[in-house]
Nanobody, 126 residues
Framework: EVQLVESGGGLVQTGGSLRLSCVAS????????IGWFRQAPGKEREGVSN????????NYAGSVKGRFTISSDHAKNTVYLQMNSLKPEDTAVYYC???????????????????WGQGTPVTVSS
């Protein structure tokens, strides 16, 4: 059974940091790309970052570039999203998703993912 389980969300003040984790199971982690998305109340879901576990390449949305860092721990089948200098507009439910690397384009927007986690909420207070 494929599973993606996010954790690490919470309440943080403006300027603070959080590290989200996405633990994957049920598929060949090294052959997949993992993406992080977020959905704020009343807004559409948007791509935040992604990483190709087969070659380590990664991409970021412009709104988080320089503040967020995505990384993979292949021994733990886990992808992390380190979020620094958080702003109130980063408040959202954050989701991770997986797609086989053969179908991965690297695009932040428009990439189709096959598997999704349940999400972890992040609230940044002003």
């Amino acid at each position: 059974e494929v599973q993606l389980v996010e954790s690490g969300g919470g309440l943080v003040q403006t300027g603070g940091s959080l590290r989200l984790s996405c633990v994957a199971s049920g598929f060949a982690f090294d052959d997949y790309a993992i993406g992080w998305f977020r959905q704020a109340p009343g807004k559409e879901r948007e791509g935040v970052s992604n990483i190709n576990n087969s070659d380590g390449s990664s991409n970021y949305a412009g709104s988080v570039k320089g503040r967020f860092t995505i990384s993979s721990d292949h021994a733990k089948n886990t992808v992390y999203l380190q979020m620094n200098s958080l702003k109130p507009e980063d408040t959202a439910v954050y989701y991770c998703a997986a797609v086989h690397a053969r179908y991965y384009t690297g695009a932040i927007h428009g990439q189709v993912y096959d598997y999704w986690g349940q999400g972890t909420p992040v609230t940044v207070s002003s």
